[in-house]
């Protein structure tokens, strides 16, 4: 299975590679989607794969050095404002936004992140992220 | 062979053959030019994209007492006033006169507004005059409370329009959309087999063979007409002037956007339908996405003339990827990136749509044009420009990094500068040092250049012009940027005071 996950490592171990700890420890695999370190905090959003039990385990290896949320935000778009033009496609870091053979823009809901990329570039503001 | 006169005997019987520019193309590759021909009357075509060059006159009616409007705003955005009493022109990328808002509410969200029929807030001031007593009016309006509400476009439908990419290593914010460092995706524009210039070209003699001054056309949800070529017009890269009556448009096809920190843009729909005449006409209504070659430009570059990454088609752009040969770095590299559009195809096909149902309902009756479109010209302004090398203390006073900091205090001293360019024994930058640095190092105390030097140094290449060195300085917060040559080599350095001189005496 596949869960992603916000993960904000406290700064006395910002130093500590946990998440190379975590895969080495569990066998789970981890693809980070996007990291962001500042001087106390670091943050990172992670696609974790592996059977339901491996995850169970690295989320709890991670918990030890920092917070864990899983990723329940939903995406939501304004049919009414969006033109469907594609200024958000390219912007998406997973490929969850694409053009159909109708020329509409279509948005993988269950694959996004909430990384909010989409939403700064739409000319309409047709695109919300509901925590 | 029919004519215009023909072809609306048709229509109004509900006779005639009404078919989109993108129905044509299968039909010309299935029953030939010629069949296709004789058989289409009509073909449909549509756009729907971004045309920053569009806005609306708008007569309010006379106060009691009257007032001669100067300074007028709409919701806060300004019109311009320099007209007869009571006329504006409200411009779809004027920002907003607060701060605070600026694009994100401009002169293109007070159009749309308008044609939804909301109440807009009028403020206007004047200078009084025997027969215009009254110095400002404040009042809540709506488009049916105005006389006229005239779109006029100064630029609107371009025929083609070059996609983008970026070549810095910073995502940048362009009216194509944001673009995305180091080549990694590329926006384009347009309708491409469905625009209504590509399918009424004439590719031998650059000119059109059935639109023109007069003809009839879909505008924003209304009817509308080319008033002539529009600004910029150059074929293949033509360009429309239109008008039409805001108060007939549908929100549908008017739409307000904000390109993120770019500016407020007003998305148009436009259709123009195209009678088919004879062979040649139908012939060139069956052009494909594939034939239109769009050129791709690196907008990293912030000159006018951009340069040329590749040539692609529109086809391929629809793909959603592309690859590109592409030098990062100094690296020749293949890249694969994907592609995005600004303009809304889907949309740019229910324009058609819906124009060919005017048709069919015998609603919409063709017209001839009374001249073509005017002469083509787009020739750069003749502005002056200034390079950093224009403005550079030479020779350049740099230094090795291998001297003490009490050395390298003293060349500061005695040069009167604040920055000091490290380089290595080929004059090629490694680092940079500031007074800041030293004094800092005494107060850590460090000892060696090497320890102390910034190695990440923001850098301005000596062809680059001012303006763009100067937006540098002020984004990154910084007083002084070394000058490069294609070496990397140290030409010079350019301080905020050389920047402020050189500014300082225009206005
Ligand atoms: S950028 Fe906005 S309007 Fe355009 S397709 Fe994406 S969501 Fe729709
Ligand atoms: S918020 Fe938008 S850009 Fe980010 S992952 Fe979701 S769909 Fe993609």
Redesign the pocket.
């Known amino acids: 299975m596949r869960k992603r996950i916000y993960y904000w490592t406290d700064s006395k171990h910002i130093n500590k590679p946990v998440i190379s700890d975590t895969i080495l420890n569990t066998g789970v695999k981890i693809n980070i989607l996007k990291a962001k370190v500042e001087p106390q905090e670091a943050f990172l959003i992670l696609e974790l794969f592996g059977s339901k039990e491996t995850i169970e385990k690295a989320l709890n290896y991670l918990s030890k050095f920092g917070e864990v949320e899983e990723i329940s935000k939903v995406i939501k ?1 304004d049919l009414e ?9 390219t912007q998406c870091p997973i490929n969850a ?1 694409y053009m159909d053979e109708d020329y509409s ?1 279509i ?1 993988k809901e269950e694959e996004c992140v909430g990384c909010k990329n ?1 939403v700064k ?7 919300e992220i509901i925590e | 062979m029919k004519t215009i006169k023909e072809i609306n005997e048709k229509i109004k019987k509900g006779e005639a053959v009404v078919v989109t520019a993108e129905e044509m193309i299968k039909i010309v590759e299935e029953e030939g030019v010629k069949k296709a021909a004789d058989y289409v009357d009509v073909v449909t075509t549509g756009t729907f994209g971004a045309m920053c060059s569009s806005g609306v006159f708008i007569n309010f009616g006379h106060s009691d007492p009257p007032i001669k409007m100067l300074k007028i705003y709409l919701n806060n955005v300004e019109a311009y006033g320099g007209l007869a009493a009571v006329d504006a022109y409200i411009g779809a990328a004027q920002p907003n006169e607060d701060p605070d808002i600026d694009i994100d509410y401009g002169g293109a969200h007070v159009i749309e507004d308008l044609v939804r029929g909301k109440e807009v807030e009028l403020y206007a001031e004047g200078y009084t005059t025997d027969c215009y007593p009254r110095k400002d009016v404040n009042v809540k309006i709506t488009l049916d409370d105005v006389n006229q509400a005239i779109m006029v476009n100064p630029r609107n439908c371009y025929q083609t329009y070059p996609a983008a990419t970026n070549s810095r290593d910073e995502k940048i914010y362009t009216y194509m ?1 944001i673009l995305l460092p180091e080549y990694n995706n590329v926006h384009y524009s347009g309708a491409g087999q469905l625009n209504p210039l590509q399918n009424d070209y004439n590719p031998e003699t650059k000119s059109f063979n059935t639109i023109g001054i007069g003809t009839k056309i879909f505008l924003g949800g209304g009817i509308g007409y080319i008033i002539g070529e529009g600004t910029q017009h150059n074929p293949p890269f033509g360009t429309l002037m239109v008008k039409g009556d805001l108060k007939q448009m549908d929100a549908r096809f008017i739409r307000a ?1 904000t390109m993120p920190r770019y500016g407020s843009t007003l998305y148009i729909g436009l259709g123009i339908p195209i009678p088919i005449l004879n062979e040649k006409i139908a012939e060139r209504c069956a052009i494909k996405d594939e034939d239109i070659e769009v050129p791709i430009y690196d907008y990293g570059t912030p000159r006018r003339d951009k340069p040329l990454i590749a040539k692609t088609n529109y086809k391929v752009l629809r793909s959603g990827k592309i690859t590109l040969n592409v030098n990062i770095d100094g690296k020749d590299v293949e890249k694969t990136v994907k592609t995005g559009s600004v303009s ?1 195809y889907k949309m740019a096909r229910e324009v058609a749509e819906t124009l060919k149902q005017w048709i069919l309902d015998g609603k919409f009756l063709l017209t001839e044009r009374v001249g073509k479109l005017g002469r083509a010209e787009n020739k750069p302004m003749k502005s002056p420009i200034t390079l950093v090398k224009d403005i550079l203390s030479k020779p350049p006073i740099t230094a090795p990094s291998n001297i003490t900091i009490m050395e390298a205090a003293k060349i500061l001293i005695k040069h009167n500068i604040n920055h000091l360019p490290i380089v290595d024994e080929f004059g090629k930058l490694i680092g940079i040092i500031t007074s800041w640095d030293i004094a800092k190092a005494l107060a850590q105390n460090k000892k060696t250049i090497e320890e102390i030097m910034t190695r990440n140094v923001i850098t301005a290449h000596e062809d680059e012009p001012a303006d763009h060195v100067a937006r540098k300085m002020s984004k990154y917060n910084i007083s002084g940027i070394p000058v490069v040559d294609d070496y990397k080599r140290v030409v010079g350095v350019v301080t905020s005071e050389d920047i402020s001189r050189l500014f300082g005496g225009k206005k």
């Open positions: 778009r404002k969006c033109v469907h033009c594609g200024c958000c496609i936004i823009v948005f989409c570039a739409c000319p309409f503001k047709a695109i | 959309g956007a809304s």
